[in-house]
């Protein structure tokens, strides 16, 4: 059974920072891309990030890019997105995915996990 499970999410001051984490389990996790999504209230759910399988390649919303982090460790079967000066903007429910890739998709992902809370006060 596969499942995807996140942790870390929380309340924060705007320039803070997070590192939100994903277990997952019940499927080979080094043969699937890894991804990060997030939905704010009101809003579509969209990309955040997305690193290979091996995770030599890594690619980020223009939104995030040089301030949050993609990485993987594929003997724990986990995947980390390190966030920093974070926004009020980036307020979001934060998801991970994983889709059987050897690139970085941005969308197409058929495993998600539950979401974690993340709020950034100003």
């Known amino acids: 059974q596969v499942q995807l499970v996140e942790s870390g999410g929380g309340l924060v001051q705007a320039g803070g920072s997070l590192r939100l984490s994903c277990a997952a389990s019940?499927?080979?996790?080094?043969?699937?891309?890894a991804g990060w999504f997030r939905q704010a209230p009101g809003k579509a759910r969209e990309f955040v990030a997305s690193?290979?399988?091996?995770?030599?390649?890594?690619n980020y919303a223009r939104s995030v890019n040089d301030r949050f982090t993609i990485s993987r460790d594929n003997d724990k079967y986990t995947t980390t997105l390190e966030m920093n000066s974070l926004k009020p903007e980036d307020t979001a429910i934060y998801y991970c995915?994983?889709?059987?890739?050897?690139?970085?998709?941005?969308?197409?992902?058929?495993?998600w996990g539950q979401g974690t809370q993340v709020t950034v006060s100003s």
């Open positions: 690193i290979s399988r091996g995770g030599s390649l890594t």
């Open positions: 995915a994983a889709k059987q890739s050897d690139e970085v998709p941005t969308d197409g992902y058929p495993y």
């Open positions: 019940g499927f080979t996790f080094s043969i699937y891309a």
